[in-house]
Each structure stands twice: as structure tokens, then as C-alpha cells.
């Protein structure tokens, strides 16, 4: 295991890799500016082997049930792997490949590795999930916390920094229960605030817009994405390989010859 950060650059862009902070991107810099909110449990971190909320912490696998420890009650959100530490298995000044081994109190055996590439305008996230033995449902996705103002690095705004803007064309929106899980009914897109999962078949494309600054489009084949902008400091975009409680709703199941797959990719513009 690491504790060691792991800095990478290209051109004036610069992000900052957490292995021993689960995974995580602790920071990204574009001519200096901060584009993700500051703190240990911020950045972007990965959401793996499951994403969102798993309802009452229990999925089935076939017909084996299985518990999962209730780190936000009643359920069990974000997956395991950003309370961990990763393994550095190869650097470069502008990429990175860490790995995680998915241990206890998820049930079964395998492996995680995010690769981490950097260009002068783009960030992009791969992550994998393959098994050492018995198939298994999993999930795969990113959860970023851009900063909302860009005039601080912090969330905070400076004179005339106006608030990011999120725009996107999504086909439907998951109904939001009172549990904060999908009811399982689809509705066209509300405006926001949000907390809410959205539908996007073509992929997943949503951009933040920071007036007078900068442009960066979130981008992934996946067709779900998560988008939460009801905290001040910072908005959440979060692609990923299917709806929160998905592990019971729609599995994706990782086999000895079919691992699973995602990617996500930043794309940035100056304005």
C-alpha cells in the first residue's frame, strides 16, 4: 500500500492521485486553478464494487443473500473502495495505474485497477473489476465535487465569480423515493436543485460551465449519471455503470472471463 500522492502534469493541467486515500483524485489544477473541492473526502473518489445506495445494505447474488455494513442508514453507499488504500503499479509524469483487492465486508474475491491518463485538456478515469474466482454483480463510477466558484480553489468565490452552470439533455429521470433510491418508475428531467439519477442512452454527457472561465464536459459510454448541486460549496457529477441500489435492480455481473469495464473522461476549454 502507498500513502504517497502521486502528481501528474501535462502542459499547465496537473492532477494529484490519492492511493492511500481510497483511490482517490485528491486534486486538479488548470492554469493553477482548482477545479475540485479540497478535503479528505472530496476530490473524486471511485464508486466500487457498487454505486449510490445499496437498499438496506442487502443484494442477492443468484440466490445468495448478502449484508453489507450501513455506512449511511438504512443503506450502504459509494462501494468500499474509497475508505481504502490502492497499490501503485505504475507511473509516469502523466499517468498513473493503481489497484485495490476487494477484501471483507464485500463477499467475494477479485480486483480493482483505475488507470489515471492526463492531457493538457483532458482527465481521463478507466476503471476494471475482475474476479479470482466466483462471479459476482458489481457497479463502477466516479464521484467528483467540482468546486461551484472557481475564485477561491475552495468553493469559495471571489468578486464577480459567478456560480458553475450544469447543462445536459437527458431522455429521463429515475423518480426519486422518499429513501432517496429509484421507485423504479421513469419521468422526463425535472429542473433542479437535484440529488437524482438520470438516463442518457447515447452516453453520458454532461458540461460544467464556470461564465468567463472555463468549460469541462463530463463524458462516458455509460448511460447513467448522478448529478447532486444541492450543497453550496461544490456540484456532483457522477457517471456510472447503473442506478443507485443498481446491484438489485440491474447487476452487472463480473465472471472469470468477462470482467467489468467504464471509463470517463474530462474534457476542458478556456472561455
Known amino acids: 500500500m502507498s500513502n504517497e500522492d502521486i502528481t501528474l502534469t501535462a502542459g499547465n493541467a496537473q492532477a494529484t492521485v490519492q492511493p492511500g486515500n481510497g483511490g482517490r483524485i485528491g486534486g486538479l489544477k488548470v492554469d493553477g486553478v482548482e477545479l475540485l473541492r479540497q478535503g479528505d473526502k472530496f476530490g473524486c473518489f471511485p464508486m466500487v464494487p457498487w454505486c449510490g445506495r445499496t437498499r438496506d445494505g442487502r443484494f442477492l447474488n443468484g440466490a ?6 450501513l455506512n ?5 453507499i459509494h462501494g468500499t473502495a474509497r475508505d481504502a488504500a490502492w497499490r501503485i503499479a505504475r507511473k509516469s509524469a502523466d499517468e498513473t495505474v493503481i489497484t485495490y483487492d476487494l477484501v471483507d465486508p464485500w463477499p467475494y474475491a477479485g480486483r480493482v485497477t483505475q488507470v489515471v491518463g492526463l492531457t493538457e485538456d483532458s482527465l481521463t478515469l478507466t476503471m476494471s473489476v475482475e474476479t479470482y474466482g466466483d462471479s459476482f454483480p458489481a457497479q463502477i463510477g466516479w464521484h467528483p465535487w467540482f468546486n461551484r466558484t ?8 471571489g468578486e464577480g465569480d459567478e456560480g458553475v452552470r450544469v447543462d445536459f439533455d437527458a431522455e429521463w429521470q429515475e423518480e426519486r423515493g422518499d429513501d432517496h433510491l429509484p421507485t423504479g ?9 437535484w440529488d437524482d439519477c ?10 460544467l460551465t464556470w461564465p468567463g472561465r472555463l468549460e469541462l464536459n463530463v463524458a ?5 449519471v ?4 444541492e450543497q453550496e460549496a461544490a456540484v456532483c457529477v457522477e457517471p456510472q455503470t447503473g442506478p443507485p441500489n443498481g446491484l438489485n435492480t440491474l447487476p452487472r455481473l463480473v465472471t472469470p472471463i468477462d470482467p467489468l469495464e467504464a471509463a470517463t473522461t ?3 476549454r478556456r472561455l
Open 150 to 157: 472557481l475564485g477561491g480553489g475552495g468553493g469559495e468565490g
Open 185 to 193: 418508475h421513469r419521468t422526463a428531467p425535472l429542473p433542479g436543485p
Open 64 to 69: 445468495v443473500p448478502h449484508q453489507l455494513p
Open 226 to 229: 448522478v448529478v447532486y448541486d
Open 220 to 224: 462516458s459510454r455509460e448511460q447513467w
Open 266 to 268: 474530462w474534457t476542458w
Open 72 to 76: 449511511s442508514p438504512p443503506h450502504a
Open 198 to 207: 438520470f438516463g442518457m442512452p447515447g452516453g453520458v454527457d454532461v458540461t
